[in-house]
């Protein structure tokens, strides 16, 4: 399977702290993109990274890649009860025009 | 939303049965996405297609085919259901490689 996989599976937190999640994936890329997904709902998209940036912030969220490890992580600070979701990173391999996803990391944000 | 539609929402049928899921988009992108979505297993490509006509297996295709005729229209079929295909679908729309994708709301299917 190329799916990648992300740890860990299930995350909880106080609000006010940080949230890091991590995905690993098996082929060589293009960029990587993490996703959001709510309860019951489709993903919403974050933050795209492309292979030659090595770090990348929007608002609260920083996502930071490593191509020699074939990994990234997305922290989320100051965590809110609304951050609450499934988080998935997806990817664009090399070569081809699948677009990968990863099992995702459950977050629970306790107000 | 991104001018993305499935239908039907939801649907309950049985084994043997054949069904076939629409994926609508206004957006006039290229790619277009199914996957399946079950707990511990988080999305999974089933198949895909990169232009009208174009379309290509993704990690778990047994026992589905799809036909994308126009640019609009993705359609998923599963030829003869079986249990194990009792899963949440989701479509999903690129405009190209490196660009958000956009996903519809999910048809929930059950096979009984």
């Given at each position: ?35 959001r997904q709510n309860s019951g ?71 | ?90 479509c999903a729309i690129r405009g ?17």
């Open positions: 399977s190329q799916q990648g996989e992300e740890d860990p599976q299930a995350l909880s937190i106080q609000e006010g702290e940080n949230a890091t999640m991590n995905c690993s994936y098996k082929t060589s890329i293009n960029n990587l993109q993490w996703y709902r489709g993903l919403v998209h974050l933050i795209l990274i492309r292979s030659n940036e090595r770090e990348k912030h929007s608002g609260r969220l920083r996502v930071t890649l490593d191509t020699s490890k074939k990994s990234s992580s997305l922290l989320i600070t100051a965590s809110r009860a609304a951050d609450t979701a499934s988080y998935f990173c997806a990817t664009d391999a090399t070569g081809t025009y699948k677009y990968i996803f990863g099992t995702g990391t459950r977050l629970k944000v306790l107000a | 939303d991104a001018g993305i539609t499935q239908s039907p929402r939801h649907k309950v049928t049985e084994t043997g049965t054949p069904v076939t899921l629409r994926c609508h988009q206004t957006e006039n992108h290229r790619y277009m996405y199914w996957y399946r979505q079950d707990p511990g297993h988080g999305l999974r490509l089933i198949h895909y297609s990169y232009g009208v006509k174009d379309t290509d297996k993704g990690e778990v295709s047994d026992g589905y085919s799809v036909s994308r005729s126009k640019t609009e229209d993705f359609l998923l079929t599963l030829e003869s259901a079986t249990s194990s295909q009792t899963s949440v679908y989701f190209g490689e490196g660009l958000p994708g956009f996903f519809g709301p999910g048809t929930r299917l059950t096979v009984l």
